[in-house]
C-alpha cells in the first residue's frame, strides 16, 4: 500500500494495466515539486474547480489511477486518514477514488499536474506511458508494444 512505502522521498503509485515507454525523469521532476500530483481528467479552469461524481461527492478533476507522492508529514497524515475511513467502508468499490480528491478539497497540500502523455490511453506514439485503461488493454497494439518488455508474447 501506498502507506507502506511512506519513508521513501518520491512514490510513483499507478493502474497495474501500464506500460512506461521512455525516461521518467519529466515525472519524477512533477512529483519532487509537488505534495501529491494526478493527472487531468478533463483540462479544469482552476485545480480549485469541482465536479459532481456519480456518487453525488464533489473531487477535483484528476484521474486517480497514476499518483506521484512526496513523502512528507502532511501526505503522511492524508494517507492515514483515507486508510481509517478506507477501512470502516470496505464493501464500497470506489471510495479510495472519492475520498482523496474530499480529503484534498480543502487541504493545504500543493497539487500538481501530470501532462496527459504520462498516462495515455489513446496510445500516442510521443507518450511516455500507456494505460491500458477500459478495453483498451486488449487492443492488439497495446498488446503489440507490451511484448517488447515481457519475456513472453501475449496473444488477442
Not at 62 to 83: H, M, V, W
Request: proline residues 3%; aromatic residues 10%.
Amino acid at each position: 500500500t501506498i502507506l507502506d512505502n511512506l519513508d521513501k522521498d518520491l512514490i510513483l503509485y499507478s493502474d497495474v494495466d501500464m506500460i512506461v515507454r521512455d525516461d521518467l525523469d519529466e515525472l519524477e521532476y512533477i512529483i519532487s515539486t509537488h505534495d501529491i500530483s494526478f493527472c487531468q481528467t478533463h483540462p479544469p479552469e482552476s485545480l480549485d474547480e469541482l465536479v459532481i461524481n456519480n456518487y453525488g461527492h464533489e473531487y477535483i478533476c484528476y484521474e486517480p489511477g497514476l499518483i506521484g507522492i512526496r513523502s512528507n508529514d502532511k501526505t503522511k497524515q492524508l494517507f492515514e486518514t483515507l486508510a481509517s475511513k478506507i477501512s470502516k467502508n470496505m464493501l464500497d468499490y470506489d471510495i479510495d477514488e472519492y475520498l482523496i480528491f474530499e480529503e484534498l478539497v480543502d487541504s493545504d497540500l500543493s497539487i500538481g499536474s501530470i501532462p496527459g502523455k504520462f498516462k495515455d490511453s489513446s496510445l500516442n506514439g510521443d507518450s511516455t506511458i500507456w494505460s491500458g485503461n477500459g478495453d483498451v488493454k486488449y487492443s492488439r497494439k497495446f498488446w503489440n508494444e507490451m511484448s517488447l518488455y515481457s519475456n513472453h508474447t501475449p496473444t488477442v
